[in-house]
């Protein structure tokens, strides 16, 4: 965890009485972890482990805010400060994911005095500050609404899930099994498998993947809550994803099947495999990760009876520029062979927020 850029990122006009509410950095993970089960607006984003996971995989300066009153945790923001050459410098919380921001369990004297802080930090570094909140806010931020993601409600169990889904999903998923597809979720022994499947399926789409590491890092850090569901054809991986589950949710943030197996009902199955798991572990609501509304993602999410979830991110950063320089990465990386682009591709996906 980094040290704070000094100590004009807590605003010194902040009130310091004992019952006041103070910012300060935050050493106690545990207790940090509770705070954020507790709390309704706490996220996986939110989990102490993920500024672990940022900061082992990709050298990122990481910070730990936490407001206190009385001694008792309020409200907490994990931060990152993600620099790139291409993209430039940017305070984030929380960057590769949905969502992140501020985790205050509906104390709005904690959000506010957490929110100036970030505010003050991010000028203090000369970063444009992003807050990924799943609700809207009375942040004095610019807000964009160009995300949501996607969740379907699994309360009534199986059965009830699988006859909302439409007919020609249910019927891919059929088609998958009389390919005889199978799958399985483990742990880290199953992060190379659904690696290479991402590298090769985003070479295609022309993004960069993640290192290999930080899949690792990231089932390391979070146990059980972090595990890699993988689809097989015989003894071929042709399909595989991450799931992370946090209080009653489960999300799929990173998922791909290979194109040479889109024919065999790869991606329908790979999701219905994942909705059974999160309905077998007990979650209440699977995530399908952010889209774009009216997007083919969107729509395709949708055939899943999945509903939208409006995402706002608070920040005051160039949106637009990180956008047109992402096009012309895209448009250069769909030509480089598959071990080139996996080779270079953690030199420009660790330094983009998104």
Not at 68 to 97: A, D, E, N, Q
Not at 317 to 329: I, P
Request: glycine letters at 10%; hydrophobic letters at 45%.
């Amino acid at each position: 965890m980094s040290q704070l850029p000094g100590a004009e990122a807590v605003p010194e006009a902040l009130p310091r009485s004992e019952s006041a509410t103070v910012v300060q950095p935050w050493t106690d993970g545990a207790a940090w972890d509770a705070f954020v089960a507790a709390a309704a607006d706490g996220t996986v984003a939110h989990r102490w482990a993920w500024l672990r996971v940022v900061e082992e995989t990709y050298g990122h300066p990481t910070f730990a805010l936490a407001a206190v009153r009385k001694g008792r945790l309020t409200g907490v923001l994990p931060l990152v400060l993600v620099r790139s050459r291409i993209f430039g410098r940017h305070l984030v919380s929380m960057p590769y994911l949905d969502c992140g921001g501020i985790c205050s369990a509906g104390d709005a004297v904690a959000e506010q005095t957490l929110l100036a802080s970030a505010m003050a930090m991010a000028a203090d570094l000369a970063a444009p500050l992003e807050l990924r909140q799943r609700t809207v806010r009375p942040y004095a931020l610019p807000v964009s609404t160009h995300k949501v993601t996607m969740t379907l409600d699994l309360a009534y169990g199986e059965p009830a899930v699988w006859k909302r889904i439409k007919s020609n999903r249910r019927g891919q998923v059929r088609k998958a099994e009389r390919n005889g597809l199978t799958a399985e979720v483990t742990g880290e022994e199953a992060v190379p498998a659904l690696f290479s499947v991402l590298a090769t399926n985003m070479r295609d789409l022309g993004s960069p993947v993640h290192r290999r590491s930080f899949f690792r890092n990231t089932v390391l850090a979070l146990g059980e809550d972090a595990r890699i569901l993988l689809v097989r054809q015989g003894t071929d991986v042709v399909g595989g994803g991450l799931l992370l589950g946090h209080g009653d949710s489960m999300v799929l943030p990173f998922s791909s099947a290979l194109r040479s197996a889109f024919s065999l009902g790869t991606n329908q199955f790979l999701y219905w495999q994942a909705v059974s798991y999160a309905i077998g572990r007990g979650y209440r609501v699977f995530d399908f990760g952010r889209s774009s509304p009216g997007s083919g993602t969107f729509e395709a999410k949708r055939e899943w009876a999945a509903l939208p979830v409006q995402l706002y991110w608070y920040g005051n950063g160039d949106g637009a520029e990180v956008s047109r320089s992402l096009q012309l990465a895209t448009r250069a990386w769909k030509r480089l062979p598959v071990p080139v682009a996996t080779a270079g591709g953690h030199l420009i996906r660790g330094g983009l927020p998104q």
